[in-house]
Structures are given as structure tokens and as C-alpha cells.
């Protein structure tokens, strides 16, 4: 493979080994938490993780792949080129910035080609005070008979009762009931959990250990599955903090979107992961995106997630209908030709060069 191809991996076993050899190679220090469960081939799960740069930095950067597992793919890619690229590393060197790769936060999905992890949890929405009441999502309520029915193709009165809704409540409505996160419906898309998992217990455990010292954080979180093929929207991922918000459009520039204002192709969502800042690194100033890259239209990748989904609640489905409805998930979170995987690594580099030129800023 040449170009940007060879950064990119066609399984998680192999996403993986290529991320520990590039950062090897890179003379980085490794590090990994180790997942209870084997994966799709049996290989070895983990949440990988590689530094660059001392532990008392007062600046670092991390990079995060597969929060959301068969995203993975995308991400462990740009990872691959960062690691890749020496220009960057000296920089962030230079600047005295430390970087931080933590590759496959969700190890399982990547490897069963799930969104969800081992508990059938969004990892961007488990991110709740699961000792208080959860907050209940009313429109997931009405429509969650019709998103996972009990028969796969759905039937046409589940297609007709979501076309109902949107018609009623308006398509934006429906995206938000869908995506924004639930905690009732354990069987369902977009659930948040009633516990933290393993992805959450570990990431805290990183960013304790390699957050807890420094003054200033950037994070960019990788992600795929929204918005135009191959276009990286730069989605502010931190609380509704004018000062901050402004900071990260100084930094990446005015394109950074954000839910809170509905400039983002996401909805308004609940319990996510940059949370996890507050509780491990209150220190740090916190300056984050989730950098989303297009890949399906919404309306196909919402219905490979309702495939998957049902997929899921039947194990006893037939063997083909399986691997059509594992090929749509990867299609949904992975445009695997090389013009869009040049397109990624493009704007992931310049992503991260721009986060260390904020960074040396103070």
C-alpha cells in the first residue's frame, strides 16, 4: 500500500498491531490496559496507549481512537500517520508539549464491529452520576418499538411510526430522540448504561496517570459516521463554556461547530466522555473536539445501526443476514477507498498541528 492506504487496517488485530510498531518505531512509551473479554478472532483486547514526551508536561495532547468501536478503523488510522509524521513530534518536543495516543477506548466494538461496547453501552453517553436518577429521553420512549422491532427487515408499520414522528415533530426531533441517549432500554440504540464500563473505569485510570499534572489540555477525540464523505467537522467537545468555545474556534478556526448552538450535525446529546476531564484532570485548562468525519448518509447509517442493534438481540439470526448487516456497520463507519483515506489523514494532521501551535500559545 502506498499514500495514506498504508495507515489504515482492515481488521482491529491488525489496526492494532500496526499502532504498537508505528509507535515503537516512533520511540514512544507504551502502555496497556488489557480487556477482560478475546475478540472476534480471539486476539487480545486492549486500550492501548503511547507517550510522547515527560510526565510533568505542562502541556499535552491526546488523541483518541474507537470510542465508539467500528469507528475505530478511521481512527487508528490517523493515529498511524501521526505517529508517522517526525515533523510533529519534534514540534510538540519543541514546545515542550507532551502527546498522549490512546488507541481503541472500546477494543470490543472495534473488533465485533459494534458501535457499542461488551455491555451494549455508548461509551459517549455512559458518562451519567449513575448514583442519581438518569434522565429519561421521551422521545426514545415513543419510538423505540419502531427503531428495533422484533423482525428484521423491519416491518413497513415501523417505518410508517418513525415517518410519523418526524413528520409531526420535525427531522431534527428525531435525530435528537434517537442519538441524544437513553438509560430505559438496555436492548436499544444509544444506551448509556446503568454502570460505568470498562472503557469509562479504564480511561479514567489514563488520564489520572498521564492528565493530572499538566496546566493546559487539548484532546481530540476521532470519530466517524456524520455529516458529507470524507468532510471532518470540528464538533467543540467540552460544557457550554463561551470562553472555551471561542478559544477552540481561535485555535481550529470559526468552523468549529458546536451541539449547544446547533451549528454541529450532532443533536444536543447527554453523558459524554470529555466529562470524564472534570473528574480525573480539573487542573487543566481544557481545550477539546471531536473531529467527525462523513462517511454514509444519516438516514443509512441510522438503519445499519437499527440492523446491528436487532442483530444483537438475536444471535440466533442466519449466517448471511449477519455478515450483510456487518458489512453495512463497516460501511457506515469506514469509506474504504483511497481518496477518502487521504482526505482523513490530511485533515487529521492539520488538526493536530493546530491543537500544538494553540497549545505553545498558553
Known amino acids: ?35 477482560p473479554l478475546v475478540g472476534a478472532g480471539g486476539e487480545e483486547l486492549a486500550m492501548d496507549i503511547a507517550r510522547l514526551g515527560p510526565r510533568d508536561a505542562r502541556a499535552l495532547l491526546v488523541v483518541s481512537s474507537a ?25 510538540a518536543a519543541r514546545a515542550g508539549i507532551a502527546v498522549l495516543y490512546v488507541h481503541a477506548l472500546n477494543p470490543y466494538g472495534f473488533s465485533f464491529l459494534r458501535r457499542t461496547t461488551q455491555e451494549n453501552v455508548d461509551l459517549n453517553r455512559n458518562w451519567q452520576d449513575f448514583s442519581a436518577p438518569l434522565p429519561r429521553n421521551i ?16 416491518p413497513p408499520q415501523a417505518e410508517e411510526g418513525l415517518a410519523a414522528y418526524a413528520a409531526r415533530e420535525g427531522e431534527r426531533a428525531l435525530q435528537t430522540a434517537i442519538s441524544a441517549g437513553q438509560y430505559h432500554h438496555p436492548q436499544g440504540l444509544f444506551f448509556g448504561g446503568h454502570a460505568p464500563t470498562w472503557s469509562r473505569i479504564q480511561l479514567t485510570h489514563v488520564l489520572e496517570e498521564h492528565a493530572a499534572r499538566c496546566e493546559r489540555l487539548a484532546w481530540i477525540d476521532l470519530h466517524t459516521g456524520l455529516g458529507p464523505n470524507g468532510h471532518g467537522e470540528l464538533i467543540w467537545a467540552g ?9 477552540a474556534r481561535a485555535w481550529w ?46 438516514s443509512e447509517v441510522v438503519d445499519a445501526l437499527r440492523a446491528d442493534q436487532w442483530l444483537y438481540n438475536h444471535p440466533e439470526a442466519p449466517a448471511e443476514l449477519r455478515a450483510t448487516i456487518k458489512r453495512r456497520i463497516r460501511n457506515a463507519f469506514y469509506t474504504d477507498t483511497p481518496a477518502w483515506k487521504q482526505r482523513i489523514v490530511e485533515q487529521g494532521l492539520d488538526a493536530a498541528r493546530r491543537a500544538l501551535a494553540g497549545l505553545a500559545a498558553g
Open 1 to 35: 500500500m502506498t499514500g495514506a492506504e498504508r495507515f489504515f487496517a482492515a481488521s482491529y488485530a491488525e489496526a492494532r498491531a500496526k499502532f504498537l510498531a508505528a509507535a515503537e518505531a516512533a520511540g514512544l512509551e507504551l502502555d496497556a490496559h488489557r480487556h
Open 67 to 91: 470510542c465508539h468501536g467500528a469507528e475505530g478503523f478511521c481512527g487508528s488510522g490517523v493515529q498511524n500517520a501521526l505517529l508517522d509524521d517526525p515533523a510533529i513530534h519534534a514540534e
Open 139 to 154: 422521545g426514545y420512549d415513543e419510538i423505540a418499538h419502531f427503531l428495533v422491532p422484533a423482525t428484521w427487515p423491519p
Open 239 to 247: 460544557r457550554d463554556d463561551a470562553a472555551a468555545i471561542a478559544r
Open 253 to 298: 478556526g470559526p468552523q468549529v461547530t458546536s451541539i449547544y448552538d446547533g451549528s454541529s450535525a450532532s443533536a444536543l446529546l447527554t453523558g459524554l466522555m470529555w466529562s470524564v476531564v472534570d473528574l480525573a484532570c480539573p487542573q487543566a485548562e481544557y481545550t477539546g473536539i471531536a473531529l467527525e468525519y462523513g462517511t454514509e448518509p444519516l
